[in-house]
């Protein structure tokens, strides 16, 4: 299981790469591979400011449809389209490729709940 140290993590399976007040999110590869082959990633709230927790879009794998929560508060500044003809690299690629999301967070005070590489270990008993 990769579970890069360099990342913080939130209890609904997602990653976050921080970079000044822009994050990076995506699944992480625990989340990818429980869903299986990934069909479908589904963004429509690119350029909306949203709450932390609230549903940014869904993923879709073969035999199931699972929301995906934003982990801060902010604005969808990007999407990784290169996902709507290739979904499948968030399978290959977690970490790399297969990012979903890039958010210009509101309030910088929200990354200090996500956890860290090795709480995320222990949550999901790696």
Avoid: R
């Avoid at 479908?40 to 869904?58: A, Q, R």
């Avoid at 968030?90 to 200090?112: E, F, H, R, T």
């Amino acid at each position: 299981m990769n579970i890069p140290s360099n990342l913080k993590y939130t209890k609904d399976h997602e990653w976050i790469l921080i970079e000044g007040d822009t994050i990076t999110v995506g699944i992480t590869d625990f989340a990818q591979s429980e869903l299986g082959d990934i069909v479908y990633v589904e963004v429509e709230t690119l350029d909306e400011t949203l709450d932390i927790e609230e549903v940014f879009g869904t993923v879709e794998a073969v035999k199931t449809v699972s929301d995906l929560f934003l982990p801060v508060s902010g604005e969808i500044i990007a999407f990784n389209e290169a996902l709507e003809d290739e979904p499948e690299m968030v399978n290959s690629d977690p970490y790399g490729a297969g990012w979903m999301i890039k958010v210009k967070c509101s309030d910088l005070s929200q990354l200090d709940d996500l956890l860290s590489d090795e709480d995320y270990k222990s949550l999901i008993g790696a």
